[in-house]
């Protein structure tokens, strides 16, 4: 047992006897939960944890945060998921170290011995070690942040309506959004088009034209995984729907108030969104020499963790190089469920002499959407932009969300927002204060 670790006395993860070797797979992100699934009917008893009893959409949780979905309709149940898979076992708790000589992990309802573990535990957002903006600034990194920005983005509204000193009020409206990639552009579009067709009608005493929302991106291009175009003509339908931009710009401090930015500059405004940069999720008892940048963990082609070898990594977490990808894959949807894939492939092989298929990245495209009709899309041999591209969009993000149920919910909610110009999801909902 870990000196440094002590669990409630009557507590401890425990499950059914079995002569089957035990995988463990920590996290059940897209990675995780592709995985878990291709071993149901594996001889492995599979034993999936995760810090959330639900699995997560990213993809779509901004617009949760601008009331355009239910948070409902883009998590999906994980005990659902596994109710007619006798050999995998859920458990709702954190990791929160690993001895991998020892082969156990620990959590705040015990320790558990593994035979395979898996760690696919994805990143959190990166404040790049700034402890202002990591305390005031909004991130997107799960369905409660998202419904946080929610919350507060009506709640400044209706504040705002009583505020007579014109600068605090502009601050109440004003929205900052720090990072130029896919996040941060669809966040902006969606937030320029809510001001466009909705605000303006929920709010007719304000003057919506107070408010101003600014994208502050570092580099000189947005979308900078995309190509050349894809960025020239997101800019172009950024600034159309009115959205700020301020490229080669970097947020420095953030006081809940105010802004800084690194020529001296200052904004006003209650809300930043913080979508610049993402590092790994950190486990203790990981060997140093198996982290690399961005807190990833490196793996060979077999997604094997440096060294360890019943212990593998798979999705954001994990640096595997690829001749096609000398830097790593891009820590994108893809790259997880086609890794849970071909290591659940490979564990299926365990004991049949077959060899094991290195993993190698099929590239389907990338794609990006700022608001109605106006996307733009990578793919292989082809690329476009604008309404094609945004049924493009939302026929991959309809496929790949989780659950029957959510796919029609989601599906009609697009429609009716489409037809009507409006969701009526505005509702600040707060969570009860004992
Ligand atoms: C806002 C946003 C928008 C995005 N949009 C796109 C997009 O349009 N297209 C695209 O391809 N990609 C997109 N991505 C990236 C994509 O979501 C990730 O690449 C993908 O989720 C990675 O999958 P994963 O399985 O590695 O990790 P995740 O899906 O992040 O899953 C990690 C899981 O591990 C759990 N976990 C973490 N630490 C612990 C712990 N210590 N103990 C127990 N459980 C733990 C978490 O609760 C989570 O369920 C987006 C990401 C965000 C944040």
Redesign the pocket.
Known sequence: MNPTYSVDPGIQLHFPDSPLPRIVI????????ELATRLAKGPFQVVV????NY????????QVAMSGLEPSSIVFPLRKMFQKKPNVHFRM????EVDTAAQVIY?PLGTLSYDYLVL?????TNFFGNQHIAEKAIP???VSEALYLRNTLLNDFEKALSTVDAEARKGLLNMVVVGGG??GV?VSGALAEMRKYILKKDYPELDIDEMEIILVEGSPRLLNGMSEKASKTAQGYLQNLGVKLRLETLVTDYDGEWVTINDGSRIRSKKVIW?AG?TG?K?KGIPDNCITRGNRLVVNRYNQINGLENVFA?????YMEEEAYPKGHP???????QQ?RNLAANLLRLGKSKPWKVFQYKDLG???TVGRNRAVADLPGFRTTGAFAWFIWLFV?LYQLVGFKNRVFVFFNWVWNYLTYDQSLRLIIRPRNP
């Open positions: 920590v996290g059940a992100g897209f990675g995780g939960l944890i995760d810090k959330n699995h997560q959409f990213q993809p779509l949780f901004y708790t954190v990791v929160e959590t696919a535990v994805g990143v959190e997107m990194k799960s896919p996040t669809e979508a993402i999720n486990l798979i999705g954001d977490i994990a820590q994108v949807a893809q790259v997880a469920i849970g990338s794609l990006a993000h």
